[in-house]
């Protein structure tokens, strides 16, 4: 088993496996239960899970998605522009005529995917409030009084 450092107990993982839960998120449906939906629109997660009833807007995924999404589809498409160019060194409309149009379809085919697999990875591991504990940071440590 990996070691995690938190202060959530060792046994507690064993019942939120994260290869199920970032494949369910990966499909857009629930960490948990794998049934319900992840989103109501085409971003915007579900505060609960209509078919289990896990609550979902602890999820934390800021920038992470579009950064993971560009780091993606950017290696898919300059891989692919280059091979095209050295093999085949097509005018410059061809290229902007293939790679344009795919990294859009791309980019927007893989966002959602990848937002839900950071939501089932959060979920898994107990982050932001998936564990039954706020994000509220821990109280400043106060100075020792001088005696």
């Known amino acids: 088993m990996d070691k995690f450092y938190t202060n959530v107990p060792a046994d507690t993982f064993n019942d939120r496996p994260w290869p199920k839960a970032v494949m369910n998120g990966i499909r857009c449906t629930c960490p948990r239960c794998g049934t319900g939906k992840l989103y109501e629109s085409y971003l915007k997660v579900v505060p609960v899970c209509q078919t289990c009833g896990e609550e979902l ?13 560009m780091f993606i589809v950017g290696h898919i498409i300059i891989g692919g522009l280059l091979v ?64």
Do not use: C, N
């Open 84 to 147: 095209l160019e050295q093999t085949l060194a097509p005018a410059t409309w061809v290229h902007l005529v293939i790679w344009l149009p795919l990294t859009l379809f791309l980019s927007l085919w893989l966002l959602p995917k990848v937002k839900g697999g950071l939501v089932g990875l959060q979920w898994a591991l107990r982050m932001h409030g998936f564990g039954g504990e706020t994000d509220e940071p821990d109280p400043e440590p106060q100075p020792a009084s001088q005696a």
């Open 57 to 69: 807007h602890h999820q934390r995924a800021d920038d992470a998605p579009p950064y993971f999404t």
